[in-house]
């Protein structure tokens, strides 16, 4: 399979899937929730997630960003993710693709429901 090279200029949105286990560091991950919302308030933060949704297996909660926060936002996110494992991918082709491909971890990679991907595949 050729990689699926694209231009990074036809991306406009960002997700930073930030990863926790409900028991254990779900309040490690709502300090860093805190922390984003006061130091980007311009980030959209979806809601908590203790449970499996979509390809995500663990627990986590989403950040949606343009490209133009990009270059701000994520490497303050690689120096600050408090140990957190954090998937971050862009929306520029399928969402197998801009997750399993495309996709950058922050920390250790998890595993996502690859099925739950491809099914959704445009």
């Known amino acids: 399979m050729d990689f699926p090279n694209t231009d990074p200029r036809n991306v406009t949105e960002w997700h ?6 409900k028991a254990l560091t779900r309040d490690v991950a709502a300090r860093l929730r805190e922390r984003i919302a006061r130091d980007f308030p311009d980030l959209r933060i979806g809601g ?29 996110l690689q120096l600050n993710r408090e140990g957190l494992s954090i998937l971050v991918h862009p929306i520029a082709a399928d969402a197998w693709t801009d997750h399993v491909i495309y996709g950058a971890w922050l920390g250790d990679r998890l595993p996502l429901n690859e099925p739950v991907l491809k099914r959704n595949r445009a």
């Open 48 to 76: 908590w997630h203790d449970e499996s949704v979509g390809p995500h297996i663990a627990s986590m909660y989403q950040v949606v960003f343009s490209s133009a926060r990009y270059g701000a936002f994520v490497p303050w």
């Open 16 to 21: 930073a899937h930030i990863y926790y286990d």
